[in-house]
């Protein structure tokens, strides 16, 4: 099939030709080049909900009561999970699967998980996000990360609204918010609200926001107990509300520019990075260091002066 021909497809409703898109996307930079341009705007219209935390907050469970009640409203779901067998959390691919069971049947609901093959952030190159969009404007793609690294960070914050997901024992992960999750948050989530301790670290977590300055939207701190879907209708309702903030102030369409604008920043660097480097620049990279020349000397015979 032409990329063209399997879009074609893909908009019609074939599933299987959406996870051969994806594939294509995932598998090779040509593949993928030709199926993204194919694609051109007709995709992005669903909304994008990310959900990041440290590994075993309960993320996954989260998802799945989320995507049930989401469901329930007749609305379509993708989710896209990390694949976990990247060395960042050993074999949760099954647990997910399992887990995920009892929404994996359903028609409307489309479960991917991303090859991570040990680089968490390739693998979630925006690219592979996107052609799930192909959605109705009013369905829903969720992505899942593992951890709350760099990386993942970045990607969540290709979502239009990001739940970080915390749980009574990670004290730790306040200190952690100082790098950057707490910038992340549009919606807190102390998930596993059942364990000893879920009240005083919900309190701390409050303490903690009240430290910093928030510009017209707070997040909003929810507790809940994935596990037996306790609050499931609370953290949808957040959301809601976040989405229906950034939509009334207009910030919807801004933050979807600056995602724009990111990603064609991330595919420029990298094309003009390899069109860059060919053998015979690198081998004067060598000639010259060895020669003695500084590191700045050697940029200068490579790009010229600044
Ligand atoms: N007690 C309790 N256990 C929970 C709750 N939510 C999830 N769990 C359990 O916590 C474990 C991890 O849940 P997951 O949903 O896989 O967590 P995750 O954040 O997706 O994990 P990774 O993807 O590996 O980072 C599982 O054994 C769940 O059954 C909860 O609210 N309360
Ligand atoms: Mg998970």
Redesign the pocket.
Known sequence: MTPVELIDAMFSGSRSALARTLSRVENSAEGADEVLRALGNRVGRAVRIGFT????????????AYTKHLRKQGRQVAIL??D?TSPF?GG?LL??RV?MNAIGLDDGVFVRSLATRGDLGDCLRPQVIWPTCWMRRDDYVLF?T??VGQSELEVVQYADSVVV?L?PESGDAIQGMKAGLMEAADVFCV?????EGADRFTGDLQGAMMLKMWDHWKPPVVN?????E?GVVELAEQIEAHLAHLRSTGKFQVRRHAHARRRIQRMLEKRLLSQFWTKEKAALMDAALANGESPYGVLGKLVGPA
């Open positions: 935390g440290p590994p075993g907050a309960g993320k996954s469970s989260l998802v799945t999970a990390v976990p959390s949760a647990g997910d887990r899942e593992v951890g997901v749980v998930n596993k609200a059942d364990r809940t107990v994935a596990t037996r306790t």
